[in-house]
């Protein structure tokens, strides 16, 4: 392209010179012509009025010879004065193959009458002939002879010799001219060659699949060239750089969601273990530590049978590092409730069990990956304490059932087979017992349903205004005889005036029943029940205080548990189903209220039970 474009100036230079050169050559040669012209006139003026002079004097060879002098002095091809009167007579010819008459010359050729005074300059004609000879015809008037007609022909062009300065100053100007072209074009083409090449590198870059180093070009294409090579050098530079301070944050990002990673393993509420092959443990998360009671510097690199001692777990760990067990294997172990460890996650229901217990999967970390084994450690105490009581409630509930429909199935049996037909003591006490045990009946299913709606979150209050003074006395009147049937003297320490409060009466006098039925229940004959009413801070406070077995002190909240009843010979021989203060307190909580227990055993205890007034 670079070529075709010089070659297209270089053309059009050569074209402009040639033109140049032509019209300076053309312009000279006609102000020459001009001035030949002008230089032929003057001289034809000079002759002509010599001649007239020396023709008028006869001196014919003196005419003759200075004709002959100027066609020798100015190069005319032709020079002569002729008669034309006189037959063409030639009087003068400056060639010297002329033809010149002598002899004949009359003395007189033409009337005077007949010329134009003066010379007749007038008539002097100057013509240029098609092949460019000067025709010069000035007419001359001899007085007393005649006319005569001097005729030059010049034929002088400019020679060569002439015009070779001008030729060579207009060659010199365009070689000069040629030389500066071609040498910008030199430069223009390297450094449009540089252009170029980068150009190149750019769109081939672009092509999918290019490599970075195809964006260098020739560095000997000049300083563009090399410029362009420094900006490439220092974009890979820069790209570098760029993508190690990308590595440089993903590593640190990684860093830091390694770290994450083992913060939450840490907060996971349960224990991982990771141990290797040679049963030594890598990893422990906190929980795992708290459950195997040790700290993480000891655990980590020791031997897991140190930590954990359970032929099963051992076993299982060998499985999968020998490649026979794939899939997870499950172990319990029971654990002596640690002292210390009470605080922790089933310290208090493990008391109530006498152990804590631990759910131990034992798993290959990965599938295709036998070196390592994952351990996961649940504490499972709480679900093995509500089994139990789940356990023992279907046994009681059972028993419960089951002795009051025995009961009711004997007397019904007497009375059909007209057992006391003609005894109505005997009939009417038949008849006493099965309604009460059915009224027990009704009570258990009773408090089986209150439960079953605290699960299922659907216990609701029907509130209405309670006079506490009339739930007072009704509390008392039926607790008189079951309370003087065991000899238990029971006092009601009521204030002068009791307030009405907002609330469900039903289930508040169900909560009430069941806090002086347990003091009656649970306190042995002889002794005595307090239920003293206060008010406290906008809460209405009542205590039932008795002096019976107490609780123990691990069991203080677990007796508000569903099902739970102290595991105590003399609890145990008492029926019921460890339902009510499970409900009293739900029913209580409900209201905006709470029951708690300040006891000592085998010296009474004091349930406490308070209920917003404004409730
Ligand atoms: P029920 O469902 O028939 O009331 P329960 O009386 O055994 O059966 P709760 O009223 O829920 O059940 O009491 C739970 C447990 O709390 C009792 O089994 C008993 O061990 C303990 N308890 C409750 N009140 C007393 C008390 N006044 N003195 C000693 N222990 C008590
Ligand atoms: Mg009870």
Redesign the pocket.
Known sequence: MVALAGLASAAIMVAALGACAWWTLRTYSRSADAAREERVRAVAGLIGRSAEGLLANNEHSSVRRMVAEATLAQGFERCRIVLPAAKGLVVADGQTSGRVTYAEMPAKWEDESKLIAGGGSAMDTFTRRPDGVLEARVPLVVPGRGTAMLEIDDAHRLTSAETWPLQAGIGIIAATAMGAMWMGYRAMRRRVRALGAIGEALRSSSQPGSAEGELEVNPELGVEAAAWNRIVAERRVFKEHQSGARIAESLASRRSRDGELGSVCDGLWMGLLLVDDRMKVKYANGAATVFLNTGREALIGSDLNKALDDPKVRDAVRGIMDGSIKSRTVAEVRRLADPNAAASSGGAVAGAIGASVLRITIRPLRREDSATALIVIEDVTQQRVADEARNSFVAQATHELRTPLTNIRLYLEMLVDGGGADDPQKRSDGLNTISQEVRRLERIVG?MLSVAEIDAGSLKLNKDDVRVATVFEELSSDFREQAASKEITLKLDLPPKLPVIRGDRDKIVMALH??V???I???PAGGEVTVRVGEEKGQLSVE?I?N????REE?REL??EKF???K?RR?TS???????????REVVRLHGGDII?R?QLDK??T?TMTLPMAA
């Open positions: 408090d069941n806090l039925g347990n003091a229940k649970y306190t039932v008795d019976g077995i107490g609780v069991e007796i508000f739970y009843r102290a105590d609890i008492v029926t019921g189903t460890g339902l009510g203060l499970a409900i009293a227990v006891s009474g205890s349930f």
